[in-house]
């Protein structure tokens, strides 16, 4: 059992060499040589770059998402539109009109 997560992505994980959600290297000082702080410095640096670009893979699938239940509810609406009109003869004009704009 570890209790180790990715710095990035949050994911557990035991003896990967690099981060299977986000590709952070996990294990990544074994080359490091020279000024520490310098090292630090950098490591901190791309940490933080790692982080934002993490979160912004999170929200496009987030985005994704969402835009896919729309184009689900969309397409349900739209049916049950298309129902009601044929069901509707008094207000077609109208439903017709509502499903003209939601085909353009
Ligand atoms: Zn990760």
Redesign the pocket.
């Known amino acids: 059992m570890s209790t180790k997560s990715?710095?990035?992505?949050?994911?557990p994980?035991k003896d990967e060499s690099y981060?299977?959600?986000?590709?952070?290297e996990?294990e990544n000082n074994i080359y490091l040589l020279g000024e520490t702080q310098l090292i630090e410095r950098r490591l901190q640096q791309r940490l933080e770059i790692a982080k934002a670009n993490?979160s912004k893979v999170k929200h496009a699938d987030r985005m994704q998402k969402t835009t896919m239940r729309y184009a689900e509810v969309f397409r349900m609406v739209l049916g049950q539109l298309k129902e009601l009109e044929e069901r509707h003869p008094g207000i077609r004009g109208e439903i017709g009109a509502i499903i003209k704009k939601m085909e353009n």
Do not use: M
Not at 6 to 11: A, H, I, L
């Open positions: 990715c710095p990035v992505c949050s994911r994980y981060c299977p959600s986000c590709s952070w996990l993490w």
